[in-house]
Nanobody, 128 residues
Framework: QVQLVESGGGLVQPGGSLRLSCVAS????????IGWFRRAPGKEREGVSC????????WSADSVKGRFAISGDKSKNTVYLEMNSLKPEDTAVYYC?????????????????????WGKGTLVTVSS
């Protein structure tokens, strides 16, 4: 049984930083890609960042490039999302996801609909 468990969300001031963690278990070899989506209030779920479990290659949405960084620790079965220079528009529930679908597909419209596995999410609120 696949489990994705997120942690690290919270309240942070604009310009601040947070690090999210996702501990994965039960993934098969085919579930090569793991990463993060988010759902902001009143908006659809969108891809944020993705990493290949095989070679560590990463992808990120244009809205977070230069501010967010995804990384993985295979020994801990954990994926991290380091978020810096946070803005109020980054406020959202952040979900960990995993799938066999290549990261390049995650950022297309309705890419979230294609994911096989989801965590329950962790809330990030950016506010002064």
């Amino acid at each position: 049984q696949v489990q994705l468990v997120e942690s690290g969300g919270g309240l942070v001031q604009p310009g601040g930083s947070l690090r999210l963690s996702c501990v994965a278990s039960g993934l098969s070899f085919d579930d090569q890609y793991i990463g993060w989506f988010r759902r902001a209030p009143g908006k659809e779920r969108e891809g944020v960042s993705c990493i290949s479990r095989d070679d560590g290659r990463t992808w990120s949405a244009d809205s977070v490039k230069g501010r967010f960084a995804i990384s993985g620790d295979k020994s801990k079965n954990t994926v991290y999302l380091e978020m810096n220079s946070l803005k109020p528009e980054d406020t959202a529930v952040y979900y960990c996801a995993a799938d066999s679908l290549a990261c390049s597909m995650w950022f297309r419209d309705h890419g979230a609909d294609l994911m096989d596995y989801w965590g329950k999410g962790t809330l990030v609120t950016v506010s002064s």
